[in-house]
């Protein structure tokens, strides 16, 4: 107990230590007043009060009120947020001059004067594409396979080499391309700034990144890159009406930073972040152990929110945060449960359009703002995702096994025996499929089929899993010849001999932040071999596993009225090297991998996708575990895969 204070009060005087050490000015010498003074307001809030945001995808309007995201967040929250993004996604770039692509953008800059007249804040991101203008991408080929570009941006320096100060061919093609980019850009903030509009600027994001061709080449490149952005834009063309973000994509990217006097906030995008505490507060510390106290924290881009009684416990309050879009089939405002959401919105330390001061009222200050409290704390609040207790469609006639696992279940060691005698002799099995039904509609789930040798090897073994999306029902197949013993494939004889000495069939749960019901049936393999129905009464044992209830439902053993299964409206399979992907609608569409620690590693496609079935390659990936993401047209979900 007395460590756990000696921590608080050591948190209690960082965080003060922070607040000191602001700057109440923006880092661009004779910057606009509206920038001084949206500066000043991010300033004096700072580790105080935390502005609330929503990032739009679909600008259909210029009015800002109408935009399909912020209506969006208005019904999740009953408030409007003070600060919303928008994308220079479509202002440069081959394409840059379809009707469409004009029209999106100016939309986006009429809102973003709309919602400064309304006293708001406007954010802009801008994946930059291709500046040779020789395909419509931003991502390198490790970030989408299918369309990717391959310009090298450090053919603009005088030695395409350098590793330290880098310097530019001022002469050379790439860097004419480079500035006529980052000129029209500066245009368009021209236009903001003459209407008196001051707005966020956050270049160059996730700076690591090697899925963008920005974070391709190292962190001194990058640094070069970053100064030339912010020197073309302020000192030859004279933009002077931004408050300027460096975003890394680690808090250990120090050798990316391009230096203090180019950016005024230090941002991370911060997603999954389940239990809306654990991940904001390490970044926090990571983030001010590594590049010190004197740059506002923000979170750029997230899911579900940092809860504003948690970081106010921990003395960690971002400036402010901004969930993705909801349209685009986004949907991260759904990651916020209900009552997480009006507690914080409704919190006086929360931010929101109507709390707002107006930037013809503001006036600078040299002091933060009056201390505030939560007014709740989240160990109070609901934060259980709802979850349906839904049935099979066909128990009253077939039996099922259902497995309900808790949020916080031990993954690791949920292994459920369905098979412990009378195994049959599986040496020359090849595929074991096995019906399923996912009741969660928020997370998907994957798992797998395990075996154990009887005497004397007592071995383990396991082939690749089955992923099923979040809602859906399926027919999962799985390759009984990845089986693999200590991460190594059993081939010829081995596998023979294995699967012929085989004393338990496990079914093993991978469900990390899981929360709900998963039924199993009709395990079989190579369609004759029945490892089991359920159908009969029975009792299944879980080994080692924590937080996981396990039961067999027997034909009409369920008192409440089932309800059909979902079925499924897009499908994601990984077979191999290959990711394939059907969607029934068009739409945008982001498929990226993971590390197993979180971390994005590839993008390997992004942006508008046809419907239908569409395969990408994890032929560049090094060998090892990761997490397969999609998001969009109607999909939602993630798949753990090995690459070998």
């Known amino acids: 107990m007395k460590f756990t204070k000696t921590i608080l009060a050591f948190g209690l005087a960082a965080a003060a230590t922070a607040s000191a050490a602001i700057s109440y000015s923006p880092v661009t010498a004779n910057a606009t007043e509206g920038a001084q003074k949206l500066y000043n307001f991010l300033a004096t809030n700072y580790g105080v009060k935390t502005v609330s945001g929503v990032m739009t995808g679909d600008v259909s309007s210029a009015t800002v009120k109408e935009l399909p995201d912020v209506i969006s967040f208005q019904e999740h929250t009953g408030k409007l947020p003070a600060l919303v993004g928008f994308d220079f996604l479509f202002a440069t770039g081959v394409k840059a001059s379809d009707a469409w692509y004009q029209s999106y953008t100016q939309m986006a800059l009429d809102a973003a004067k709309d919602l400064w007249k ?45 590793t330290a100060n880098c310097t530019w061919n001022t002469e050379s093609e790439t860097y004419k391309q480079l500035v006529s980019d980052i000129d029209e850009i500066a245009d368009m903030f021209l236009g903001l700034q003459e209407a008196g509009v001051a707005a966020i600027f956050r270049p160059l994001h996730e700076a690591s990144g090697k899925w963008f061709w920005w974070g391709t080449k190292g962190g001194a490149a990058f640094q070069a890159l970053y100064n030339l952005v912010y020197d073309e834009m302020v000192s030859v063309k004279g933009v002077k009406n931004l408050v300027w973000v460096w975003n ?15 950016y005024d906030v230090i941002s991370l995008d911060i997603y999954e972040a389940w239990d809306y505490t654990t991940k904001y507060t390490k970044a926090y510390a990571e983030l001010t152990t590594n590049y010190g106290t004197d740059k506002i924290l923000a979170v750029s881009e997230n899911g579900s929110i940092p809860d504003m009684s948690a970081m106010k416990a921990g003395n960690t309050v971002w400036s402010w945060w901004m969930p993705w879009y909801q349209t685009w089939d986004g949907k991260f405002l759904d990651q916020t449960v209900e009552a997480v959401w009006k507690a914080n919105m409704e919190s006086p330390c929360t931010i929101d359009l109507e709390s707002m001061p107006g930037w013809d009222k503001y006036t600078i200050s040299n002091a933060p703002v009056a201390a505030c409290d939560a007014d709740y704390k989240l160990g109070e609040l609901d934060t259980a995702r709802v979850i349906e207790d839904k049935f ?29 005698k009378n195994i049959p002799d599986l040496s020359t099995a090849k595929t074991l499929t096995m019906k399923v039904y996912n009741t969660n509609s928020m997370s998907g789930i994957w798992f797998t089929v395990a075996f154990l040798t009887g005497a004397p090897d007592w071995a383990w073994a396991q082939p690749d899993g089955c992923w099923v999306n979040a809602g859906d029902s399926t027919l999962c197949e799985i390759d009984l010849t990845t089986t693999a013993k200590d991460q190594v494939v059993l081939e010829g004889a081995d596998y023979t001999a294995f699967m012929g000495n085989i004393s338990k069939v496990y079914l093993e749960v ?24 359920f159908n009969k009464a029975q009792n299944i044992k879980v080994e080692e596993g924590q937080k996981l209830a396990v039961k067999v439902l027997t034909a009409g053993s369920s ?15 990984v077979s191999g090297k290959t990711v394939s992907l059907t969607t029934a609608k068009a739409g945008m569409v982001a498929v990226e991998v993971f590390g197993m620690n979180g971390k994005r590693v590839a993008t390997l496609y992004k942006g508008n996708l046809a419907a239908g079935t569409s395969a990408f390659s994890l032929a560049d990936m090094p060998k090892g575990r990761y997490i397969v993401r999609v998001k969009g047209a109607g ?3 993630t798949q753990p895969i090995l690459v070998k």
């Open 510 to 533: 991978f469900a990390a932040g899981f929360n709900g019901t998963v039924y199993y049936d009709d395990v079989t393999v190579d369609g004759s071999i029945l490892i089991n129905d």
């Open 248 to 262: 890394p994509e680690y808090t250990s990217d120090k050798d990316w930073n391009p230096g203090t006097a180019k």
């Open 559 to 573: 008192a409440i009225k089932p309800v059909a299964a979902a079925s499924a409206a897009a499908k994601l399979s």
């Open 392 to 420: 099979p469609g066909d128990l009253a006639t077939n039996g099922w096994l259902q497995v309900k696992l808790a949020a916080g279940s031990d993954t690791a060691k949920g292994n459920i025996v369905i098979l412990d």
């Open 118 to 162: 309304q006293g708001g804040i406007p954010a802009f991101t801008w994946h930059w594409k291709d500046p040779s203008d020789q395909i419509d991408a931003f991502y390198t080929k490790s970030g989408n396979d299918k369309e990717y570009t391959e310009f090298d941006f450090t053919k603009g320096f005088a030695d395409p080499a350098c």
């Open 635 to 637: 999909l939602a979900a």
